[in-house]
């Protein structure tokens, strides 16, 4: 809610792709990278979100298994 009306949000207008909300207050040197390896780390970042939301939904799953099994 708060989060993605007030701060994450792109205020200097130079989003590239969805989810991308640089805000010009800190810069990682995204810019410096060709479209190739932009595309590269995109996708690593993709894959390790996918895993982590797979490591928490194995973690709630285990929680609400408890000792029943």
Do not use: Q
Not at 7 to 29: H, Q
């Amino acid at each position: 809610g708060f989060l993605e009306l007030f701060v994450m949000k792109d205020v200097t207008g130079e989003s590239e792709f969805p989810g991308d909300f640089r805000n010009g207050a800190l810069d990682f040197g995204w810019d410096s990278f060709d479209e190739e390896t932009k595309l590269s780390k995109r996708g690593i970042e993709l894959n390790n979100g996918r895993a982590a939301m797979m490591g928490i939904l194995g973690l709630m799953v285990h929680e609400k298994l408890g000792g029943s099994i």
